[in-house]
């Protein structure tokens, strides 16, 4: 290692990787290690097709410290599910301790290997140090989170005295690859659960549906996919977003021990036998059980079209995707009618959502009549209503969207000198709440009108360190999206809504709740200037900024701050805003220098009409 020499110059596979093709599987060498000559980084494999299976080969009889370092680094990237190949690289104390799962380390490159200071061959020990620069972390919970910063941690190696075997005796917990290799290990699944504090919300604590909630975690693509996503439900949401929402599944509800893998049979059903925790559920419950598991399955291949419960030897209940419609509210779900903007008058106007048609119509009421001259416009999520902030935006007006109805004077006003010193777009929550950021510098706030009208509440912003200049409230309820200015910085921030405080006391009627926004955290660290946003999806945002030095672009990103495997949108110059839906299926809607364009899906750009700030309803 770094200069050391051992061997005899043999080389040996260090992975092989399984095609399937056509239900044959092939084996072929992926890579080999030199038992002599210097140490090399351990490179990241090049992007492989999905269907390609990664298997790590066992350590020689004679394998020498450089293989056995690099044998033990290529077996971490590989598919096998508990790691036991990697295990065999390690002495049997180092492996009944080491932890795989804990974490996953993602560094730009795969890990680079230095000798260490200490050790010697030839007294039957080296150290070893990992080096690279550190993408993001994914910790026990599944979590991801970016990261940035050095990597740097040392591996000890020693020679066993009996079988004069090389193994490694000190290794840092978790695992750790280059990015290439994450992204064929692993992919982004949500899980779901639901919305819960919501009281005097229109929650399901006052007859509604409950409201779900995206988790977004990582697991590995080849390892039984669907059985880690049901033992990873059952277990918890994740840390960050644990204090806004609840599970139906009992505590302490797991997978019964029995129960092998998990998959679905030739009608896509999928059974699911749990312990007795759950034995004792009623059907609603349980109805919400299977249709936190359809919405959690969703997306997994094969398909799982229908889930069955099981508990204490028998059928406890059984939920269709179709039926989920019945026991829980989706954003992704929800369809919107209609996509609106501002006209050349400064009217808000609409034209059908995902269809053809490109004149606008202006909508019912008042603020389609042009009574106030309006710059931005959010619309609620049922359509019934509409929020609009006036030219110069001072004044914020809500309207009802129907034939008649009058204006009325506006629901707040900024004190702020200057026009971009006053309010932002407005946004509306899941439920009926109308946010607002007030830009002023003397009296910056967030602010919340509960059902579009009454006194405002100052929304409390610990840990905010900046001015907001855009809010857009998640179709969950549960977190907001902020783009917060310092200095010549905008970032874009989410942050988890509390209601009522973090403790969930219960206010009595007509008191005025409490809500904060807490635990802010970036989901675009590398861009420095952030332009326009948007909630499209359950747990995504389509987000337009440019990098330091950088030029503008368009792209996905998910909540944790990681980057989707999905296309990613097509070049655009000049975007002042932008909008998507909940709903994934309806197109991409910007206003850039061509006025209203809209991407349907796998076309190109297309302008609409003449207008600024489009929005979906939200």
Known sequence: MGGERAGRGRTAPARVVAYATSGVVLLAGCASMPDSGDVRGVDSTPRLDAQVRVFAMPPSEDASPPQIMQGFLEALTSDDPDYSTARQYLTDEAAKVWKPELSTTVLADGPGAQAGSSGREDAGELSFKLTGDKVATV?????????????????????????????????????VMGKSDFQRNYMSVSKYY???????????DEGGLPMAVADPVYVRSHVEPT?????SLLGGPTNWLDPAVRSSFPTGTELRKDAG????????????????????????????????????LRNLSPAVDEVELRAAGKKLCSLTQEATKTVADRGSLNHPDYLYFIDEEHRLVRIVAGGNATRPEPVPGALGEGTARLRSVAVARDERAAAGVAFDGKSLYVGSLAPGGSLGEPVLTSAGKSEDDRLTAPSWDAYGGLWVA???????????????????????????????QAVRVAADGVRVALVVAKGDRRSLMIGRIERDGPDGQERTTGEQPTVTVVEL??????????????WTGDSRLVVVGREEGGVEQMRYVEVDGSIPEVPQPAALTGVKAVTASP????????????????????????????????????
């Not at 998959?263 to 249709?291: H, I, S, W, Y």
């Open 438 to 468: 007030d830009q002023d510098p003397g009296n910056a706030r967030l602010l919340l009108l509960e059902e579009g009208g009454g006194e405002p509440l100052e929304v409390r912003t610990p840990g905010l360190d900046g001015r907001i």
């Open 227 to 231: 059985t880690q996503m049901v033992r």
């Open 194 to 204: 639901f919305a819960s504090n919501t009281a005097g919300a229109g929650g399901a």
């Open 261 to 296: 893998p998990l998959t679905t049979d030739d009608q896509g059903r999928l059974t699911v036998p749990l312990n007795d925790k759950a034995a004792d559920v009623g059907t609603r419950r349980c109805e919400e059980m299977a249709a936190q598991l359809l919405f959690t």
């Open 521 to 534: 955290r970036p989901a675009t660290p590398e861009l420095e200037k952030v332009t326009a946003m948007s």
């Open 583 to 618: 709903d994934e299926q309806v197109p991409l809607v910007a206003y850039s220098v061509d006025g209203i364009v809209r991407l349907p899906s796998g076309a190109q750009w297309q302008k609409v009409t003449e207008g600024t700030a489009p929005v979906y309803p939200g």
């Open 139 to 175: 910790d026990a919970q599944q979590a991801y989170t970016a990261d940035s910063g050095p990597y740097d941690q040392l591996v000890h190696l020693t020679r066993d005295v009996k079988t004069r075997q090389w193994r490694i005796d000190g290794v840092p917990q978790g695992v």
